[in-house]
């Protein structure tokens, strides 16, 4: 029986969150189609990958996938905005072309060695392509709509979305990744880029620094938000309404979202090979940054001394919760102004708070909590990922301007190290190794940041604080 969450009941008991979203939430070209591409789809696969596919080479298919891939549904959604260049979108129509001979039919199927299914999605072909500036995040929102509806109706047996990009190297154990509890919202795979050349090791090596900075910390956004490398759980995909409609960084917002409802799982294998080329496809990431090094050299890193300011304030949730809560009302924001001077404590970190309005989240925090493990959660989550940034943006604005790399690098080793070590408020017992490089070689570098990272917990996010 086709599952259809408009018609008929439910083959299964999925939850309500799932239920309610294909009810409400997913896109329309998904319910549309719905009955046709599960029709097409006459078995079940064990695994659902997800790739939203523009401007890729016409043989991009032949290098993602790992050899011994089988029983595993793709999902490529071929899109093109309506404001995309016209050559881009004439590559991509190009590509689709190869497996998709009927352009007026919204979907094609096709067989493939391993019991392996591609199921091409036409978002290229007008009047079917995607509205302006919404992109590679309603690509990707189209495929993981797809494969919910896969999974509600046992066409897909493992509850886990996976997705990556056109321009990726899968690695061959890729799907082998340990099963994990329905707590856990997303895993991340590690990933390097392929092939090096030096503006490609600086730009990775921006990307570690800042989550081994982030670690140090103790933030709980402490991984990487990399659309390639995600492996999502149904339910939590369902809860957080899947994947924002956006022309770049939806992969970011996408887990911002995802680590508030679930855990987060830094993977330490398999490694996802990205490619380092140049693209104009996007407006920021991999591609992007290759173009402005090409026309800049030499990139800026943030000043290490934010993320000391950074983790002062996050080590200060327990004395709020012990000191500050008693004299919440009537005035949050003179209560914390004057407890911050009888603490001696930097007038330039609450300017930065207050600039983030802390006071406001402090009031409604000392409100709606009870106990400090949910009062540092509800603190955790206001201080998101996008809080963190807009925090260390500040920093950088005011007092901590960018150093370039090699001046960062001399930072790192002849002052104070950035101390992997969470705070004991985190009740970490792991040893971690301080971020102290020895080597002024960038790919020695950037070797000795993968090593760091990988000494890592595996587990993050905001929901440890409620599971200590």
Not at 39 to 53: C, G, I, R
Not at 345 to 363: I, N
Request: aromatic letters at 10%; glycine letters at 4%; one cysteine or more.
């Amino acid at each position: 029986m086709v599952y259809d969450p408009h018609l008929q009941p439910c083959p299964l008991m999925i939850s309500k969150a799932i239920s309610r979203y294909l009810d409400h939430y997913a896109e329309p070209i998904v319910s549309i189609i719905q009955d046709e591409w599960l029709s097409a789809l006459d078995k079940t696969y064990q695994f659902v990958l997800v790739l939203p596919l523009f401007d890729e080479a016409l043989n991009c298919l032949e290098s993602i996938l790992p050899q011994d891939t089988h029983n595993t549904l793709v999902i490529a959604v071929v899109n093109a905005s309506v404001d995309a260049e016209i050559g881009a979108i004439q590559r991509t129509q190009a590509f689709l072309a190869q497996f998709h001979p009927q352009p007026q039919l919204p979907f094609t199927a096709v067989d493939q060695p391993s019991g392996n299914t591609l199921l091409l999605v036409d978002c290229c072909t007008p009047p079917r392509q995607l509205p302006p500036k919404q992109g590679v995040g309603l690509a990707r929102k189209i495929g993981g709509d797809i494969a919910l509806v896969c999974i509600a109706a046992e066409t897909i047996k493992t509850p886990w979305i996976y997705c990556s990009d056109g321009d990726v190297q899968l690695p061959e154990d890729y799907f082998d990744t340990p099963d994990f509890g329905p707590d856990v919202a997303a895993a991340i795979y590690p990933f390097r880029h392929h092939p090096h050349h030096p503006d490609i090791l600086q730009y990775e090596i921006s990307l570690r620094y800042y989550v081994l900075g982030l670690a140090q910390a103790g933030s709980p956004y402490a991984f990487h938000t990399i659309g390639s490398l995600l492996k999502i759980n149904a339910e939590h995909y369902a809860k957080v309404r899947g994947f924002p409609k956006r022309q770049a960084a939806e992969d970011f917002y996408m887990l911002n979202k995802l680590a508030k409802t679930g855990q987060v799982i830094r993977l330490k294998q398999p490694t996802v090979t990205l490619s380092s080329r140049s693209s104009h496809r996007v407006p920021f990431g991999t591609g992007a940054a290759m173009v402005k090094l090409s026309q800049q050299p030499g990139l800026y890193l943030y000043h290490p001394q934010i993320f000391r300011e950074l983790q002062g304030w996050l080590e200060l949730d327990q004395y709020l919760w012990q000191e500050l809560r008693s004299h919440a009302l009537p005035d949050a924001k003179m209560n914390l102004q004057a407890w911050w001077e009888q603490k001696n404590l930097k007038p330039s970190l609450l300017e930065t708070l207050l600039h983030l309005k802390v006071d406001q989240a402090l009031q409604q925090a000392f409100q709606q909590c009870q106990d400090f493990p949910h009062f540092q959660f509800y603190l955790r989550v206001w201080f998101d990922a996008f809080r963190t940034l807009k925090f260390l943006h500040y920093q950088r604005d005011h007092y901590w301007p960018s150093l370039p790399l090699p001046e960062v690098m001399t930072l790192l080793r002849h002052s104070n190290p950035i101390n992997l070590s969470q705070s004991k408020s985190h009740k970490s017992t792991e040893n971690k190794p301080n971020l102290l490089l020895s080597s002024p070689k960038i790919l020695d570098i950037m070797q000795d940041l993968c090593t760091l990272e990988l000494q890592l917990p595996t587990h993050v996010g905001p929901t440890q604080s409620l599971n200590p």
